[in-house]
């Protein structure tokens, strides 16, 4: 059974730095063509994909939030952590992980629960 | 404003036949696969279409997908009221290095 499980701090204050990590279990970032990537969805709103961290350490990034996103694995614990920051209110949302299982296009199976961050002062 | 385009609304009686579409550009949709993802109020997005036309284990036949040029559709049939949700196309996007982009989500109501 593959399961996915985001962890970090629910609470933010502006211009602070997001730390979030994404604890996985029933596979492997050492498998050719697996990926785990990040999600976030503010509060009534649409889907927006962040990032995405490859096998071979191969990262890719939202254009529009690149400067302000990191990406990393630790393969030996199953974590992938994302890094964001100068965070503002506009940057409450739920925050997913998810399994890419292989370089098809955005195919993300299965996703994490999701944690809500909120940004506030 | 999302990169793929959807209806932001759509609606069907039970029995009914609805379906969603999804319009992107040749840097996406036009050459790559694309992806739907459902997801129910209150829970994460779930995998419901992958590579254009497939069905994971699991998900019922009543859900399918198509694409053709830049253009991608969800058909539903035979709806039922546990199909209310929101629903999501995807596809990988080969512009500006590379990047995962969403349409902006269709809510279905099941009158």
């Known amino acids: 059974q593959i399961t996915l499980k985001e962890s970090g701090p629910t609470l933010v204050k502006p211009t602070q730095t997001l730390t979030l990590t994404c604890t996985f279990s029933?596979?492997?970032?050492?498998?050719?063509?697996?990926?785990v990537g990040w999600i976030r969805q503010p509060p009534g709103k649409a889907l927006e994909w962040l990032a995405l961290i490859y096998w071979d350490e191969d990262k890719r990034y939202s254009p529009s939030l690149k400067s302000r996103l990191t990406i990393t694995k630790d393969t030996s614990k199953n974590q992938v952590v994302l890094t964001m920051t100068n965070m503002g209110p506009v940057d409450t949302a739920t925050y997913y992980c998810a399994r890419r299982p292989s370089s098809d296009g955005l195919w993300l199976d299965p996703w994490g629960q999701g944690i809500l961050v909120t940004v506030s002062s | 404003q999302s990169v793929l385009t959807q209806p932001p609304s759509a609606s069907g009686t039970p029995g009914q036949r609805v379906t969603i579409s999804c319009s992107g550009s040749?840097?996406?949709?036009?050459?790559?696969?694309v992806y739907w993802y459902q997801q129910l109020p209150g829970s994460a997005p779930k995998l419901l279409i992958y590579?254009?036309?497939q069905r994971p284990s699991g998900v019922p036949d009543r859900f399918s997908g198509s694409k053709s040029g830049t253009s991608a559709s969800l058909a539903i049939s035979g709806l039922r009221s546990e199909d209310e949700a929101d629903y999501y196309c995807?596809?990988?996007?080969?512009?500006?290095?590379?990047?995962?982009?969403f349409g902006g989500g269709t809510k279905l109501t099941v009158l």
């Open positions: 590579k254009n036309n």
């Open positions: 995807a596809a990988w996007d080969d512009s500006l290095s590379g990047r995962g982009v």
């Open positions: 040749s840097s996406n949709i036009g050459n790559n696969y």
């Open positions: 029933g596979f492997s970032l050492r498998t050719s063509g697996v990926g």
